[in-house]
């Protein structure tokens, strides 16, 4: 499960790299073969690694790199 988790981690980072922020919603129906809990690991151990950041407007989650 760690390293699934991981290789997630890997396809959100580049995800994010080539499109930008976006919103975990959308993240979540690009990577359609994954399942959304997974994803939300992924994006926990994107966060604790300080890889990404998560912001929320208008209940809105947002995901992007840091700069």
């Known amino acids: 499960m760690t390293e699934r988790i ?4 890997g396809r ?15 993240l979540v129906r690009e990577l ?3 399942e959304e ?3 939300q690991c992924s994006i926990g151990w994107l966060a ?13 989650e947002t995901i992007a790199l840091k700069d």
């Open 6 to 9: 991981g290789l997630i981690a």
């Open 12 to 26: 959100i980072w580049h995800y994010l790299a080539r499109n930008g922020a976006t919103s975990v919603a959308k």
């Open 32 to 34: 359609p073969e994954e």
């Open 37 to 39: 809990k997974i994803i």
């Open 48 to 60: 604790q690694e300080g890889k990404i950041t998560l912001e929320s407007i208008d209940r809105v």
